[in-house]
């Protein structure tokens, strides 16, 4: 039994050592393909960048972008591409763009309205609350009262 | 009352938002290849690797070009519709066998039936790149200048086909 999960552990962990793909020769092309591919969607798991990706249009798609670097395109031109027969969905950063905008400025318009909304609770409240004054008389009997409940308990 | 119409609206606001967001399916990204000259290729046919396939051989043409393979399943569900539409005679659909083993295809459409008249072979996924595939099944109708007009994403299905292909390829046609 001790051996079975010996060898069960051995071949678990050799499987591991295999989804390590060796990627292509150049170290140069693997760099920039790697700079590349972080900006880059994966279609198929659409929330994987390129570079982590493991289906077989991320891998065809790499070996493309590859070869366009091995082409000396520009990092522009690979992009533009792409973009032109996937859309701008496979840039992980969209574009500002007529469609785009409520994405790009949604979030600073909600923080906008948030602010003012506190703002204007704040100073709401500020004319609610008023200053009471304790006179020395409700002191002692405040004071007579916790006196009170300490003892209870 | 005035107190729970702003939190209320709130609400709404947001109940349609996201209402809108169920409806939404995020696997249909929208071509940018759609009113665009499709992509060229020449690529060998399947039953005879020594012809090229190429869309030029199809100008002045209304044809669909379908995305397949024998190992995907959506294809599998497509096939009667294809297969329905092919036999209509309404418009030729030409098969792009997309990464595939050549005698597994072969042997798929001997045991389905075969709905295109040409089908290439694109071993290695450059033509579904052009064409910028993510997923096959996908169609595309090409128009008789050779631009396309409509991709679907997906297995087409009768209702598609009578809704969105038919009308638009008798549109092309008349052109």
Known sequence: MKWLMLITLLWSGQAWAGEARPLADDPAVEARLKHLAVELRCLVCQNQTLADSNAPLAEDLRREVREMIAKDMSDKEIIDFLVARYGDFVLYRPPLKATTTLLWLGPFVLLMVGATALVITLRRRAHKVVDVPVTDEEHRRVEQLLAEGGKRS | ?175
């Open chain 2, 1 to 175: 009352m005035n107190r729970f119409l702003l939190p209320l609206s709130i609400f709404i606001v947001v109940v349609v938002f996201l209402g809108v967001g169920l409806k939404l399916n995020p696997r249909e990204i929208p071509s940018p290849l759609v009113g665009k000259a499709a992509p060229d290729f020449s690529q060998p046919q399947l039953y005879d690797p020594a012809t090229v396939f190429s869309p030029a051989d199809l100008k002045g043409k209304v044809w669909l070009l379908n995305f397949w393979a024998s190992w995907c399943s959506g294809c599998r569900t497509e096939h009667p519709v294809l297969m329905e539409l092919a036999k209509s005679g309404e418009v030729p659909i030409f098969g792009m066998d997309y990464k595939d083993q050549r005698d597994e295809a072969m042997a798929w459409l001997k045991r389905w039936g075969n709905p295109y008249p040409v089908v290439g072979v694109d071993d290695a996924g450059r033509v579904g790149i052009n064409y910028g595939v993510y997923g096959v099944p996908e169609t595309y109708v090409i128009d008789k200048q050779g631009v396309i007009r409509y991709k679907q994403i997906g297995p087409l299905d009768p209702d598609t086909v009578a809704k969105k292909i038919l009308p638009l390829v008798k549109q092309l046609e008349s052109q």
